[in-house]
């Protein structure tokens, strides 16, 4: 064998040992190390020597999911790892570089309360900075209260510091307790996505966000057109077939579910959100002689045709029948389905794992842990703990 291939073997199998053992050595690593790992991933700072031998000793015990939850008290879980996980949320770039709001707060503060999270679709709920963390009051006008709060690092993890409050009690409040949806009804929300437009987008970005589905993942072209709106041509570029075989199969299911939002809006002048009880908002009509037989919006209702036919694996568990009015019925539609599991669960495996699930392992173990957050009372607690130690030797 020449001298030249005989030193790329042995180089090779240096490098394939190599691999094994770092293998090996996450496999059986001990539980100091795995309390590291656990809090590495789950904090993204040096934990103290205190917090880190209490870990261990858990992690000996067998009580993983106890050391995960105590690498979770650490500040910089709340005010750094749930803020970038819940920044996306709140602007249609989806980029983690923006200002902390009102809806940003209220996901840190169920996860910190372990509050049920599906109600973060549905609930009369928001979380604002007491008076010992901010002199500036919650404002309906303005993100002041939420800026001042992240400017002064003031640690959300302290239940004294963010407390929760139920949106229509909130001074000035233009909703009651029967028009609030989560944070689908919070400024920073309706900011983004109430602004302007025809509000479809509250609709796509809450599926994407918390269904991990945009419209084109729920195209089904058997879908009744009777709620399409007057504003989408039925013969795009003179081609009806365009209509019956590609704008049909998302608008069909699109249009029948934001009606829910047809009271709702954002007034760019005023800077807050607008709710018209009853009096559909002018956005609904625009264009509407483009074809001036379809939809007309008359109130807000929704109907959700995605029920049947190809979207059934989203698993629609809802209490209802696939019919509401308003956007908090629609929260309860949407984020009772185990497509809101699943995607909670992807969603913090991406932000503690660092890179997708992929391969049998890591799917099966995304519908594991998406099984015990809907038997634990839909707690992202919970999902954060079992993500970790799930990714802990990955």
Request: glycine fraction near 8%; charged fraction near 20%.
């Amino acid at each position: 064998m020449q001298p030249a291939k005989q030193n790329f073997l042995k180089i090779l199998s240096i490098v394939i040992a190599l691999s094994c053992t770092a293998g090996a050595s996450l496999s059986y690593a001990g539980p100091l190390e795995q309390a590291k790992r656990i809090h590495d991933r789950l904090v993204g700072v040096p934990p103290s020597d205190a917090v880190i031998d209490s870990m261990a000793a858990m992690i000996s015990a067998g009580d993983g999911i106890g050391a995960a939850l105590e690498a979770m008290e650490n500040p910089a879980f709340y005010n750094t790892t749930l803020r970038e996980f819940a920044s996306p949320w709140t602007n249609r770039e989806r980029s983690v570089y923006v200002d902390m709001n009102d809806a940003v707060a209220t996901v840190i503060g169920m996860v910190r309360d372990d509050v049920p999270f599906d109600q973060v679709l549905y609930e009369d709920i928001v979380y604002v900075g007491s008076a010992n963390a901010t002199n500036i009051a919650y404002s309906q006008t303005d993100n002041d209260h939420y800026l001042d709060l992240q400017t002064n690092r003031i640690d959300l993890s302290d239940p004294t510091n963010l407390i929760r409050q139920q949106q229509s009690n909130l001074p000035g409040s233009p909703i009651g307790i029967s028009q609030t949806a989560g944070i689908m009804t919070t400024r920073g929300f309706s900011e983004a996505y109430y602004v302007a437009g025809t509000n479809r987008a509250a609709l796509r970005f809450t599926t994407m966000n918390f269904m991990c589905m945009d419209m084109e993942d729920f195209r089904d072209i058997t879908a009744h057109p009777d709620r399409i709106r007057r504003d989408v041509t039925r013969s795009p570029g003179g081609d009806s077939s365009i209509f019956l075989n590609d704008c049909l199969s998302c608008h069909a299911g699109m249009d029948g579910l934001a009606g829910a939002f047809a009271y709702y809006d954002f007034d760019e002048g005023t800077q807050q959100l607008v709710y018209t009880a009853g009096s559909v908002q002018p956005k609904f009509a625009n264009d509407a002689g483009t074809f001036r037989f379809g939809y007309e919006t008359t109130d807000d209702s929704w109907l959700n045709y995605w029920r049947t036919g190809p979207n059934t694996f989203v698993g629609w568990n809802g209490p209802g029948s696939g019919t509401g009015t308003g956007a908090k019925s629609l929260g309860m539609e949407l984020s009772q389905t185990r497509q809101f599991a699943t995607c909670q669960v992807k969603q913090v495996f991406e932000e503690v794992c660092y890179r997708t699930p992929n391969g049998e392992t890591d799917l099966q173990a995304v519908e594991n842990i998406a099984n015990s957050f809907e038997a634990n009372n839909r707690s992202m607690k919970r999902v954060f703990a079992e993500t970790a130690l799930h990714c802990m030797g990955n």
